[in-house]
């Protein structure tokens, strides 16, 4: 019988065959934490008697989450961090080198397609984008695995969506990944990989393909996969020359459902608070006025991303009640925009240009809200309290709709400022 | 295992932000975080419960974030065991492998109410709500998740391979 490229990596991981509801234990290629998850993975480590983690090589740490620190405590825990990451000689990134780890990872070409990649992060599932089985877990999963180089994985069935059609204007990644959450819920796939395929998935840019991945969690998937075609190649080929074995479903695979999607007439969507399923067309809500915009995060803040906020921000004024802040998902984009000027634009629009930083995606700092506030976000999650007080509001939106609504002052789309 | 407790009942999608909001996680200590359990879908929470109630729910209990603070948070209240219709994935690891015990039995769920008292017994995948009466099986764990369970958690286990393997290294 077949295998989706879900159960064909995990196969190969297993050293046996595996099938979907199995427990398998399965080597790991990388092994993930941050400032927030990792000084419960390195205690719990040391629990173990061992001195070293297993693969200094395949272990990463990524200060993100509250860092340049924001207070006292979080200099601790990056701290706590930085020092084992250093004595264990394990891959890590100083401020003003790193960014925020969904981000910095493929940047640097660790993330590949065959490999599988766990992370004490939910949105770890990012790296499906390269054809990777990658998925989430806790701390203490990460401590182990640091532990042992392998984990434990229940083999999870495929979900294949279909994607058919070519993709209006101004609709990309985002807006894909919302429609589809908004028509399965955010437990439409739980447990189960979601698989990316169709005529429109093959056009979409690489970019795309990881803003989707990164919100497979949000639909309560394991994991997100596509396949591995040219385009993949390409991105890689300009960050890495390490070689790596794609892994393709076969013909007669079985999925537990296939999905199908027209999106040819999609338009820009948003998701009202407080579920990521709770999806609108942007143009359609009504006059939703918001405080602030928050343009970055590891679901997009990548320079593709910052490319099209810069192009409906170029002279025009952010809202004079809207703080808008756009944050670059690391070093290298925030290098990058500089260098072709859209740092300009976006300052000179009145927004707010930031370092590096997860910050207010999760409420952190560098934008947390007030009780009563209403924000739009291209981040991944808009739970009650996410981005501050439990009376706040969150919208997800895709970038263009961002800048359209820091502009207007309402959420609308780029049509609507014409 | 059995666990007697006074039923917290809570809705579906429950996610890890409201069950530890994330401006909290600047620190792993049970007891400091469970301060703060559950504080932005009830600000009275933790001011209510009492070590060993029972937290009960619906479906997708623990959806979001992978934070193990969010377990954390719930055993640092003292709360026995969760009662879900189902979880998110990540959430039911992480408690298992801090020893939370979370239960899956969507009857159970469903019917019972704030101050109900449920005994439940892990080991026979029991669940009795003693107002009403009625008796709800649960599901069971797969005998790999036992294991883990059996170990006290997951280090548990983990440091005990790593031990006889370091063993058997130095016998060699
Ligand atoms: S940007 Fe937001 S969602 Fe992404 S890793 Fe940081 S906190 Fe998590």
Not at chain 1, 313 to 332: D, F, T
Request: with cysteine; hydrophobic share 40%.
């Amino acid at each position: 019988m077949g295998q989706t490229m879900t159960e064909k990596i995990l196969s190969r991981a297993a050293g046996r065959e595996v099938h979907p509801g199995e427990i398998a234990e399965v080597a790991v290629d990388l092994v993930m934490t941050n400032d927030i998850t990792a000084p419960i993975s390195i205690r719990e480590f040391k629990r173990t008697g061992l001195e070293r983690v297993f693969d200094p090589t395949k272990v990463v740490f990524v200060p993100d989450h509250f860092v340049p620190a924001k207070d006292i405590k979080a200099a601790e825990q990056a701290k706590v961090m930085r020092e084992f990451a250093r004595e264990q000689g394990a891959v890590y990134w100083e401020v003003g080198r790193a960014g925020i780890e969904h981000v910095v990872l493929p940047e640097n070409g660790l993330t590949l397609p065959g490999q599988v990649i766990i992370g004490a992060d939910s949105h770890s599932c990012t790296y499906g984008a390269f054809n990777a089985f990658s998925t989430g877990m806790g701390s203490t999963d990460i401590a182990a695995s640091m532990a042992l180089g392998t984990t434990w994985v229940r083999v999870p069935p495929t979900i294949k969506f279909v994607y058919h059609g070519t993709l209006p204007e101004g609709v990309g990644g985002k807006d894909l990944i919302l429609y589809t959450i908004g028509q399965i819920g955010v437990d439409g796939a739980l447990y189960a990989a979601m698989e990316f395929t169709g005529e429109t998935i093959d056009a979409l840019e690489v970019d795309g393909r990881i803003t989707m991945a990164n919100m497979a969690i949000e639909a309560g998937a394991k994991s997100g996969i596509f396949g591995c075609d040219d385009k993949t190649r390409a991105w890689l080929a300009n960050v890495t020359d390490r070689t790596y074995e794609p892994a393709e479903s076969d013909p007669d695979a079985r999925y537990e459902r296939v999905v199908e999607f027209d999106v040819s007439t999609l338009k820009p969507l948003v998701a009202l608070p407080h579920l990521p399923s709770n999806v609108h067309a942007a143009d359609d809500v009504g006059d939703v006025r918001v405080d602030q915009v928050v343009i970055g995060s590891c679901t997009n803040g990548r320079l593709s991303d910052l490319r099209e906020v810069a192009k409906v921000l170029a002279g025009r004024q952010v809202h004079a009640n809207v703080r808008c802040i756009v944050i670059p998902g690391s070093q290298e984009v925030a290098k990058q925009a500089h260098k072709e000027g859209l740092a300009d634009i976006f300052m000179e629009s009145g927004a707010i240009w930031s370092t590096s930083t997860c910050g207010p995606c999760l409420g952190g700092y560098m934008g947390v809200l007030a009780k009563g506030e209403r924000c739009l976000s291209t981040t991944n999650r808009n739970f009650r309290g996410r981005m501050g007080h439990r009376e706040a509001e969150v919208i997800l939106a895709g970038p263009q709709v961002a800048a359209a609504t820091a502009v207007l002052g309402h959420v609308a789309s780029p049509a609507a400022l014409n | 295992m059995l666990i007697r407790g006074r039923v917290w009942k809570f809705g579906d999608d429950v996610d890890t932000d409201v069950i530890i909001p994330a401006r909290y996680l600047l620190t792993s200590d049970a007891k400091e975080l469970a301060e703060h359990v559950m504080e932005d879908l009830d600000p009275d929470f933790v001011g209510k419960v009492r070590p060993g109630d029972i937290i009960v729910a619906g479906k997708n209990f623990g959806c979001g974030s992978s934070r193990e603070h969010a377990p954390i948070a719930i055993k640092g209240a003292g709360v026995s065991a969760v009662v879900a219709a189902s979880y998110a994935r990540i959430f039911f690891r992480n408690s298992i492998n801090i020893g939370l015990p979370v239960v899956e039995a969507p009857e159970a769920a469903l019917e019972a109410e704030d101050g109900d008292i449920l005994e439940i017994d892990t080991d026979e995948g029991a669940v009795l709500n003693t107002r009403t009466g009625r008796s709800y099986s649960s599901a069971r764990y797969d005998d790999y998740i036992q294991q883990i369970i059996d170990a006290g958690g997951l280090m548990e286990a983990v440091t005990r391979r790593v031990q006889a393997r370091l063993a058997e290294e130095r016998q060699a």
